[in-house]
């Protein structure tokens, strides 16, 4: 089959299919087959890569060339970059074709793709429900079959909990590990761009491409970068596996923790060790980040003021009124909350009470890691405290939309990588869980969940 094929068969799925699933903001047609065209000429004269003539679909703040870059927001309804992020560029030069950009919450401030401008995600599985977020619109396009696999980002949560919602493996890796050039920021400091895909070999192909140094980011690491895929058929013999128990305590709902106890005995058949360990501080992760997060926040989103790029208020009486209007009707709810509790937290009087205290507790949570991995190679965990809920169920209660958060924000305030897998269904809805490892462990972490796939 030809990338052309290929494209035109994803192209029509998307046409088909995405009116009731609203998981892409942007889809690009002719972008893509003129890539696709360029791939099966690669692909003849012996220039291609792995990934050359897959068509892909790109989390909606991933700055794209010549394509609109909404961020899910009507502050950027508008934006066309001038420039390219480093990892579609990536992409790009490895003959990888763009279907378009995928739906997400506003400025990915959320869990559930509800607080985008443009309307909610629907699950494919069912489509009263949810499919988490904030790269909710990725997880429903690869889960319904309309791209072969996505890129998202991961600030809290977002690729794990909605590859969790969705039955897909995503992995949001060490921080550093992907160039956040062209990523449009949130929380600068825990935000990380990653794969979601089928499976953890299309994770590992997708991950080649995305990893690696890039000067232009100053957080990216300069270390080699793994061979993803040399490793995944390795053996789990003598692989000791730590299930926190904090993490399974009151609150997790029971066919998740039933479903994890069943992969718990499936890695032992396939020769590992698992047992209990303790997280002590995790139950200080949600407030620590939703403290951390929207202090990020408020001071990157001060650059969307209606005069340089995006949403620009008519008629503005004078410049304050131009600040004022251009952000408050460009922003939505959710961000705006966010903006004023990070604000909130950074200003003069409240530094310390807030931020400082938060920071703190980030490294008592870092430090709860590394002491894990010293009896552990990797800890095996819930993503999220239930399956997917439905649309509207959690969206007037903030708080309890942070909540859901519970088991995946230690990994961004940690700095570590995370692996998310299918753990099966009840109700027809899937169950997820996730991996997570010391710095850098990508390459072990696709070769557990290859194994147990
Ligand atoms: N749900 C979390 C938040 O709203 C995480 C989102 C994300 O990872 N981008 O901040």
């Not at 979601?196 to 980011?217: I, K, N, P, W, Y």
């Not at 703190?360 to 894990?372: C, E, Q, S, T, Y």
């Amino acid at each position: 089959i030809s990338s052309v094929e290929l494209t035109e068969h994803y192209l029509k799925r998307i046409e088909q299919f995405d009116g009731a699933l609203n998981s892409f903001i942007t889809v690009a047609p002719e972008l893509a087959l003129s890539q696709a065209k360029a791939a099966d000429q690669r692909l003849a004269d012996g220039t291609a890569t792995a990934l050359t003539g897959i068509p892909l679909a790109h989390k909606d703040l991933f700055c794209t060339q010549g394509l609109r870059t909404s961020c899910g927001s009507k502050m950027l309804d508008n934006f066309v970059a001038p420039y390219e992020s480093t990892v579609t560029a990536r992409f790009i030069e490895a003959g990888a074709v763009t279907l378009g950009k995928t739906n997400m919450d506003e400025f990915a401030m959320g869990s559930s793709t509800e607080s985008s401008f443009y309307g909610p995600t629907r699950n494919p599985w069912n489509t009263e429900h949810v499919p988490g977020g904030s790269s909710g619109g990725s997880a429903a396009a690869v889960a319904a079959r309309l791209c072969a696999a996505a890129t998202g980002t991961d600030t809290g949560g977002s690729i794990r909990q909605p590859a969790g919602f969705t039955a897909l493996t995503g992995l949001k890796p060490t921080y550093g590990r992907v160039s956040r050039w062209g990523m449009i920021a949130y929380a600068s400091s825990l935000d990380q761009g990653g794969p979601m895909a089928r499976t953890a070999e299309d994770c590992a192909l997708m991950m080649q491409v995305m990893a690696g140094f890039d000067s232009q980011d100053s957080t990216s690491v300069d270390q080699p970068v793994a061979d993803y895929s040399a490793s995944l058929n390795d053996s789990l013999k003598g692989l000791r596996i730590g299930l926190p128990k904090e993490y399974f305590a009151s609150g997790l709902d029971a066919a998740t923790a039933d479903a994890i106890q069943a992969a718990v005995k499936q890695f032992q058949a396939l020769g590992a060790e698992v047992k209990e360990i303790s997280l002590p501080n995790a139950e200080l992760a949600i407030p620590a980040y939703y403290v951390i997060a929207p202090a990020e926040a408020s001071s990157n989103l001060s650059r969307f003021d209606g005069v340089r790029f995006g949403y620009r208020c008519e008629h503005p009486a004078d410049l304050t009124d131009l600040y004022k209007r251009s952000r408050g009707e460009g922003f939505g709810a959710e961000v705006k909350r966010r903006i004023m509790v990070g604000a909130y937290a950074l200003s003069a009087g409240y530094y310390d009470a807030y931020y400082l205290q938060a920071q703190k507790i980030r490294r008592l949570i870092k430090n709860d890691f590394m002491a894990a991995y010293e009896q552990v190679d990797v800890i095996l965990c819930p993503t999220s405290p239930t399956p997917a809920f439905k649309i509207g169920e959690k969206i007037d209660d903030p708080v309890s939309l942070y909540l859901t958060d519970i088991y995946t924000i230690t990994a961004n305030l940690a700095g570590v990588p995370g692996i998310a897998l299918p753990a099966g269904f009840a109700n027809g809805l899937p169950l997820g869980m996730q991996l997570l490892g010391p710095y850098f462990s990508e390459a072990r972490l696709l070769n557990i969940a290859h194994q147990y796939q």
